[in-house]
């Protein structure tokens, strides 16, 4: 029997990875590094933003007066489609590859001010159409292998505008993350001959230990191998290798608890809450892939407080990743919080 209350290994089967989890370090007192509260008032429109409606970017060009998402070549691509062939292997120790590919960035809305958390449901099921229709388009195109859609929320993970958006990056070839989830998932299938998320979908709401949040199509839960302190996965309840495949019903579902998943984060530490956010879905080679499961990962940095952050450093960086605060606890301290954003919760106090 396993004694989560002590240090102990769990395995995720989605990368064949193994993390660390040491419950009984949250007792140590915290002395390390701070950082400031992200949580800010922006004006609805800023006119030095390069997002904002109207105005100009790098190299000249103008957004237009845009009123619901926005998309565009990024101005500083890390892919390019023009990129010629190439490669090189000496003697299996110096191997290169040239990569095509395009980059884009997807305005959620033209208000400076807000974030997906802040947004209703019709608003982000506008994001939710665009993702699909950007995915189905750029995965279209035959030197596409694979389509990356991201969005790095708050300057603690990077990100360089507070303008609500996120970035869809699109590969010549599938990345190291989902070619690891694409093998697992492969794997599984043919031993079990299920989908391996939606056999653990299944298995997670029998025990009802790590749900944090539910529909009718859609699942938000802590992930029992997860690695950061709030971690999140949304999956479907039914078979969905991508986006694409979601009906009319499930993507306003998906919109519905994004927008829900936001709430609870801005409300855990009352912050404009820090995260990395995806969608890892099967890759765009015209192969149905049926051992694929879609599902969107949430990595947020929080551990304490909105000022204490987790840090991937020594035993994490040379050994394998490790957490104090336990999934089970993780998902109890998401599910306590209200789905009423915390300066709404003002709001209706008065």
């Known amino acids: 029997m396993l004694h989560t209350d002590a240090p102990h290994r769990r395995y995720n089967p989605l990368t064949g990875e193994w993390i660390l989890v040491s419950p009984h370090r949250t007792q140590r007192p915290w002395q390390g590094q701070t950082e400031e509260s992200a949580d800010e008032t922006l004006p609805e ?29 990024n101005d500083f691509s890390a892919l390019l489609p023009d990129t010629a062939s190439g490669e ?3 003697e299996g120790l110096f191997v290169a590859s040239n990569e095509k590919g395009v980059c884009k960035v997807v305005c959620f809305s033209p208000r400076h001010d807000l974030t997906l958390s802040r947004m209703g449901p019709e608003s982000i099921l506008g994001v939710v ?41 699109a590969n010549e070839t599938v990345p190291l993350i989902p070619e690891q989830e694409r093998r697992h998932q492969e794997a599984y299938l043919e031993q079990h001959g299920k989908p391996l998320l939606t056999s653990y979908l299944a298995a997670e709401l029998r025990k009802r230990e790590r749900i944090v949040l539910e529909n009718d199509h859609f699942v938000a839960l802590v992930p029992f191998w997860a690695v950061w302190p709030f971690e999140l996965m949304i999956l479907p309840r039914a078979h969905r290798p991508s986006i694409e495949l979601l009906d009319a019903g499930e993507r306003e579902s998906l919109a519905r608890i994004i927008g829900q998943v936001g709430v609870i984060y801005d409300n855990l530490f009352r912050t404009s809450f820090p995260y990395s956010m ?56 998401l599910r306590s919080q209200s789905l009423v954003h915390y300066r709404q919760q003002g709001a209706d106090s008065r």
């Open 129 to 169: 159409d665009t993702w699909v229709s950007e995915y189905t388009g750029l995965g279209s195109r035959e030197e596409i292998g694979y389509v990356q859609i991201f969005e790095n929320r708050g300057a603690m993970m990077g990100c360089s505008n507070p303008h609500p958006h996120c970035q869809i990056w």
């Open 45 to 73: 429109y800023d006119p030095s933003c390069y997002l904002c409606p109207g105005n100009g970017r790098a190299g000249g060009a103008v957004n237009p007066k845009y009123t619901g998402t926005f998309v565009f070549v």
């Open 278 to 333: 995806g969608i890892h879905q099967r890759p765009t080679d015209g192969a149905d892939h049926p051992e694929w499961q879609m599902h969107l990962r949430y990595l947020p940095p929080l551990l304490r407080s909105a000022t204490v952050r987790k840090f991937m450093v020594g035993y994490e960086l040379l050994a394998m990743p490790q957490r104090d605060i336990t999934a089970e606890t993780s998902a109890e301290r």
């Open 88 to 90: 090189v292997d000496q």
